[in-house]
Each structure stands twice: as structure tokens, then as C-alpha cells.
């Protein structure tokens, strides 16, 4: 029987229920979602107010993620975007935290649906635009006018309008591709080995190497992504706190 490699992407009801007609069921996208939020909130209260002078492991690595998404928004926003810095803290957390629970065994990936990612960007996207209309009224709108010869100024402006919304886009079909692709690659190698060990067993032993390098390389692109979905969000951030036209 032929298993597409698509299959593990597949949204499956773990536990059907339905009220007043409408589908409330707990599935396989949910299910991360809640791991990963328990998650946050178990860190929170377990290393909330019981930091150690001489910090243990675990304390020096949360430090350091820290200090990383805290450098992420000094360097795009500087001092206006502290006050953002647990929201952007615990954006980096989630996205880290899915892309992580995707790669244990039987894992969903909960940032490989567009679904999910789409309404996250989108979300971000719009909350953005509405914090640089608070901060800066109707002056805001400079941003979508470039510096250039006033013939060309209405083309450039429908451009700019453009690339601002296309942004929250291309920020989930980043992320959503990198996931999708990396985990097929996975899939895909696992089966040949697979394939491969039912022949000659102790090809198994050359073959486990490859299988752990494409997994290591996983968990790096489970970082390197959270860290790209975080830093573009700090950008676009910058561009609403900062003064339209500078």
C-alpha cells in the first residue's frame, strides 16, 4: 500500500463532539497547541519568581533565549519596543515550541497547516497596523508614500500598499513551506531506510547517520524559523513605532 508523505499532515478528529450543530471536535491541530501553551504556563510557574543566584542548567538556557529574543527587538525596535518584549518573547517560545513537538514521534506539525500560521500572521499583521494608527494617527500612511517623481508616486504607492499586506503572507507560506518541506524530506529518507534494512540488515548502521544528520538538521530549522517569524514581527513592529517618513 502507497502512503503519501503529505499523510502525517493530515488533520485527524482524536475526539468528536459537536453543540447546537456545530463541530467542536478535539483533533491532531489542537492538540499541539494545548501541549505547547501548557507548556509556556508551566514555565511561567516554575521559573516565574524561584530564579537562582547560581542557576542551574535549565536557568542559564532560559537565560540565554532571553537575552537572544531580547537582543532580536533592542536591535529592530531599540528602547519603544520593550514594552512589547513579552509578547515577542512568548511569540518566540510558541513558534519553538510547535516546530520542537513536531519532530518527537508522532508529532503534528502544528506550524505546517496554513490554516493556523495564516490567522497568526494575519492577526499579527493587523494588530501591527492598528498599533501604528494609535501611535502616530493619519501620519502613519506616509509609509505607503515613497520619495520619488510625482508621475511615478501613484504606481509606487499602490506597490507599497501591496508589499505591506503581502508581508503577512509571505510570513506563514515561510514558515508553513520550510516545515512541510523538511519534514517530507524526513519521511521520505525514513522510508527509503526503511526499504533498504528489509534487503541487507546491516545497512542499517550506515544508513542511521544520514537519518540522524536530516534530524539534527530539523531541530536547526525549528530554531532557525522561530527566529526568522520572530525577527520579521519585530521589524514590521519597528516600522509602526517608528516616525512615518524616517
Known amino acids: 500500500m502507497f502512503f503519501s508523505p503529505l499523510e502525517q499532515f493530515d488533520t485527524i478528529n482524536l475526539v468528536s463532539l459537536s453543540l447546537f450543530n456545530f463541530d467542536i471536535s478535539f483533533n491532531s491541530v489542537i492538540l499541539p497547541l494545548v ?5 509556556l504556563l508551566l514555565l511561567v510557574f516554575f521559573y516565574g519568581n524561584s530564579f537562582k543566584l547560581i542557576p542551574d542548567f535549565w536557568q542559564i538556557l532560559l537565560e540565554k ?3 537572544f529574543v531580547f537582543n532580536i527587538l533592542d536591535q529592530q525596535t531599540g528602547s519603544k519596543g520593550y ?12 513558534i519553538l515550541l510547535c516546530n520542537l513537538i513536531s519532530m518527537t514521534p508522532f508529532g503534528i506539525a502544528l506550524t505546517s497547516h496554513f490554516a493556523i500560521i495564516l490567522y497568526l500572521s494575519l492577526s499579527l499583521g493587523l494588530s501591527i497596523f492598528i498599533l501604528g494608527l494609535l501611535t502616530h494617527n493619519l501620519k502613519f500612511f506616509k509609509i505607503f508614500i515613497p520619495e520619488c517623481p510625482f508621475l511615478l508616486m501613484p504606481f509606487l504607492i499602490v506597490i ?18 520550510n516545515i ?21 540488515f546491516w545497512f ?36 509602526s513605532l517608528k516616525t512615518p517618513g524616517h
Request: net charge neutral; glycine share 2%; proline share 1%.
Open 35 to 39: 501541549i505547547a501553551n501548557t507548556f
Open 65 to 67: 533565549l532571553y537575552l
Open 83 to 94: 514594552i512589547y518584549f513579552p509578547f515577542i518573547f512568548s511569540l518566540f517560545f510558541f
Open 160 to 177: 507599497e500598499m501591496f508589499s505591506y499586506v503581502i508581508r503577512c503572507f509571505s510570513l506563514a507560506i515561510r514558515l508553513a513551506a
Open 180 to 200: 512541510i518541506a523538511g519534514h517530507t524530506l524526513v519521511y521520505i529518507i525514513s522510508s527509503f531506510i526503511v526499504n533498504v534494512v528489509s534487503i541487507k
Open 204 to 239: 542499517f548502521f550506515f544508513l542511521f547517520f544520514l537519518i540522524a544528520a536530516v534530524l539534527i538538521l530539523e531541530i536547526g530549522v525549528a530554531f532557525l524559523q522561530a527566529y526568522v517569524f520572530t525577527i520579521l514581527v519585530s521589524i514590521y513592529l519597528s516600522d
